[in-house]
């Protein structure tokens, strides 16, 4: 049973960072599985934002973070990594990490190509 754990999410103020921990468990070898992160804001879809390739080499944005944040794996700690950084208050949103299904557009950043969702972990940014 795969588990995806996220964490480090907590309260900052407009143009603070953050940096969010997505430990997996349960996979043989989690190199061998894509990583995205998504988050959603209240009374809004979830949206995917940033996805990792197995081995780090490629990664994917949302137009909405690019250039704030960035995306990163260890894969000896079993961990990916958001950066957030020049956070804004429309960043305020519960933010969750899954694992890309087998034979999925995993870097269009659709929930229909995801699986094994953590429980998420809340990121809220004042003004």
């Known amino acids: 049973q795969v588990q995806l754990v996220e964490s480090g999410g907590g309260s900052v103020q407009a143009g603070g960072s953050l940096r969010l921990s997505c430990i997996v468990s349960g996979y043989a070898a989690m190199r061998n599985r894509e990583i995205g992160w998504f988050r959603q804001a209240p009374g809004k879809e979830r949206e995917g934002i940033a996805a990792i390739s197995t081995g780090g080499g490629s990664t994917y944005y949302a137009d909405s973070v690019k250039g704030r944040f960035t995306i990163s794996r260890d894969n000896a700690k079993n961990t990916v990594y958001l950066q957030m950084n020049s956070l804004k208050p429309e960043d305020t949103a519960m933010y969750y990490c899954?694992?890309?299904?087998?034979?999925?557009?995993?870097?269009?950043?659709?929930?229909?190509?995801?699986?094994?969702w953590g429980q998420g972990t809340q990121v809220t940014v004042s003004s």
């Open positions: 899954a694992a890309g299904a087998y034979g999925g557009r995993w870097w269009d950043l659709k929930e229909s190509d995801y699986h094994s």
